[in-house]
């Protein structure tokens, strides 16, 4: 009882920071989708949310492609930095996280100059008589920018998952007759399990709720959820974007605790 | 004479540049219990990584059952490892870790469930199967990793120090059931240990390593009774070794004194060291041998008294189950069986003495010292 009290008073600034920043706003999302824009309960918030069903699918099909190439791309590149040398680790890894110090904005902006129609890879390819390519304002486009706005997301839990991985437990596989693919399939991968979902969450939740990447590289034709909810807060007031936020917050929990589940079985003996 | 299931040929191996083995020839008879001993870093675990494939030798060959298999990847050896710190599995219960080697090598379902079956009883696991890797005591853990291993089929079982993590009494019943599983498979155990009576008691054959070398392969008895240096007489049991000279056959000279011995075939007058087993060392009163000597220190062992006696400040230590006391003078009496006479070594004069050396000894090294009283210090005795 008295260590309860103790722990309870040395948390406690931890628990008004929870309470002002992440409990109250939620209860206000929540608030403002049941009411209309004089306050008043409505559920005209919600009925209205068929408008947008195609808007939510084209942003989870986005972001779900977007987490699958970054899963693609990250995994076989994780697992070679965890087993490559002390020094070669720290340098790979700090090159996988020098992008992230740079301006989303930017790093947006940039890939605009690089893919535009008269881009820097048109100007190159036409110089060479190919092209030009329509690229920008492509579902492709938009991608792109995900994957390379969130690459490092999935790459670093991986690989910190498969640095846990110990060698000894590799060997033994290898010794008791586990090929390269067997060992791959049946020890690496399970054992990289929660590194898989926690880069999977970190990637697709952004990646579902972003509004910048999809303006500026997808143009009017790939408007995402996020895009929506940011026009709707700036110009028909809170009620609407709060519908959509508290909705995307309750699907992408829904996606988190499927993913989970599924990931459970491979992970059932999982320490921890 | 048996087959030979592996043999490695003048094997070295060098990480950064710094010698691990050197030259290590080594043949190991189908189903002997083999160990290799020898003290932390002198290469052990390398020897069994060469063996089951995890590294491959600078130079030098490895054979398996008269074939070379330097290349043959490790998944591939019919040989398999405990290792030192067991890996197993922490994704899998009890029972997939140890089906583990059956399914990658795709038998079929209802012979693994035998197989798993007989080894789990075994190794003592049953009703452990469903268990999680963590919710198991060391003892048990290293239970899976032998069924695990075995499991399989092996013909040569590498097991990396496998009892070292246990406490005293599970430690000596898994000597015995080891020992067991061995007689019972048949097959060969390559066992690294650095506990001499671990090595002495299990194994038919002991390799004695140092410095990524073997110093010796033979019986626990050759072994203890005919070490061949000094190293492994003080790595093996207790000794007092002490510099002579041999005279000729079964006359040797040392602290002084000439001494009958059964050992032979030396140069004349060729130095050499001797070693004296402190429980060969017969207790009688001081003026029944010409070796004497103040007792400086008794430690109480259980079955017999450990002491250490400061004869002409070089100190022997002796093992008796006389009543001895701290203070006593005594008489140490050496039967020509009790000696072993060893050619001189890189090792010689630097173990065997139950003292901190100084100067003061020097004059042991000296075959002709006469007895002379000087008044010196007396070193004090060492652990
Ligand atoms: N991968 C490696 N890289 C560099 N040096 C190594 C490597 N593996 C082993 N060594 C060195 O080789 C030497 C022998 O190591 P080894 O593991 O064979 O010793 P050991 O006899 O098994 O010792 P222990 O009883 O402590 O397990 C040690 O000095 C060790 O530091
Ligand atoms: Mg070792």
């Not at chain 1, 020094?87 to 535009?116: A, D, G, H």
């Not at chain 1, 938009?142 to 640095?163: E, H, K, Q, R």
């Not at chain 2, 060969?188 to 650095?194: A, D, E, M, S």
Request: charged share 20%; net charge negative.
């Amino acid at each position: 009882m008295v260590k309860n009290k103790k722990s309870f008073f040395v948390g406690s600034p931890y628990y008004i920071w929870m309470i002002i920043f992440i409990v109250v706003p939620m209860l206000m999302v929540a608030y403002y989708s049941f009411t209309d824009i004089d306050g008043n309960f409505t559920l005209e918030n919600i009925k209205n949310l068929s408008e947008y069903a195609d808007t939510f699918v084209l942003s989870i099909f986005l972001g779900a492609v977007a987490t699958l190439i970054c899963l693609i791309i990250a995994y076989p590149l994780a697992f070679m930095i965890s087993r490559s040398k002390a020094s070669t680790q720290k340098m790979m890894i700090m090159l996988v996280m020098l992008p992230m110090w740079m301006n989303l904005l930017l790093r947006t902006y940039s890939w605009m100059t690089i893919i535009e129609d008269t881009g820097i890879i048109n100007s190159l390819l036409s110089k060479i008589g190919i092209g030009p390519f329509h690229m920008i304002n492509t579902a492709g486009a938009v991608v792109l920018g995900m994957v390379y706005n969130f690459l490092p997301y999935m790459i670093l839990p991986l690989y910190s998952a498969m640095t846990k991985i110990d060698k000894n437990v590799l060997e033994a596989a290898e010794d008791l007759g586990a090929n390269m693919f067997q060992r791959v399939f049946k020890v690496i991968f399970p054992l990289s399990v929660p590194g898989v979902v926690s880069g999977i969450t970190m990637v697709f939740v952004p990646s579902v709720s972003t509004f910048y990447i999809s303006q500026k590289l997808g143009g009017t034709g790939y408007t995402l959820i996020g895009d929506v909810i940011d026009t709707q807060f700036l110009n028909s007031g809170r009620n609407m974007g709060a519908t959509l936020s508290l909705v995307l917050m309750v699907l992408i929990l829904l996606c988190m605790l499927l993913m989970n589940q599924f990931a459970s079985n491979e992970e059932e003996a999982m320490l921890v | 004479m048996k087959n030979k299931i592996i043999d490695l040929h003048n094997i070295t191996v060098a990480f950064d540049g710094e010698k691990v083995l050197d030259g290590i020839d080594l043949s190991i008879e189908d189903g002997q219990f083999v160990t290799l001993l020898g003290p932390s870093g002198c290469g052990k675990t390398t020897t069994l990584r060469i063996i089951g494939g995890f590294i491959s030798p600078d130079s030098g060959d490895v054979f398996f059952d008269g074939k070379r298999i330097n290349d043959l990847p490790a998944y591939k050896r019919q040989v398999s490892t405990i290792f030192q710190r067991y890996a197993l599995f922490p994704h899998l219960n009890v029972y997939d870790n140890i089906a583990f080697g059956l399914r990658v090598q795709k038998v079929p379902k209802n012979e693994i469930a035998e197989r798993v079956a007989e080894v789990i009883k075994m190794v003592n696991l049953s009703g452990f199967e469903k268990r999680k890797i963590d919710s198991l005591s060391g003892g048990q853990q290293q239970r899976v990793a032998i069924a695990r291993a075995i499991v399989t089929r092996p013909k040569v079982l590498l097991l990396d120090e496998p009892l070292a993590a246990l406490d005293l009494k599970l430690r000596k019943d898994m000597q015995v059931e080891l020992k067991n599983i061995q007689r019972q498979l048949g097959i060969t155990f390559i066992f690294v240990t650095h506990d001499q009576e671990e090595a002495l008691s299990m194994s038919d054959v002991v390799v004695v390593m140092d410095g990524g070398k073997i110093q010796q392969i033979g019986t626990p008895e050759d072994i203890y009774n005919e070490p061949v240096n000094a190293f492994v007489a003080d790595f093996i049991g207790e000794s007092n070794i002490v510099d002579g000279i041999m005279i000729e056959d079964n006359l040797v000279k040392f602290a002084g004194q000439k001494i009958r011995c059964v050992d032979k075939g030396f140069g004349k007058n060729e130095p050499v060291d001797v070693v004296i087993r402190p429980e060969d060392i017969d207790v009688v009163s001081p003026n029944e041998s010409p070796l004497s000597g103040l007792v400086t220190a008794v430690t109480f062992k259980g079955v017999h008294f450990e002491a250490i006696v400061d004869v002409d400040n070089f100190k022997w230590m002796i093992q008796t189950t006389d009543m001895i006391k701290e203070g006593q003078e005594i008489g140490l009496l050496l039967n020509p069986d009790d000696m072993h006479v060893m050619r001189k070594s890189e090792y010689s004069g630097m173990f065997g003495d139950y003292s901190s050396f100084s100067d003061e000894m020097d004059y042991i090294s000296d075959p002709d010292y006469v007895e002379d009283e000087e008044s010196e210090e007396v070193a004090e005795a060492e652990e």
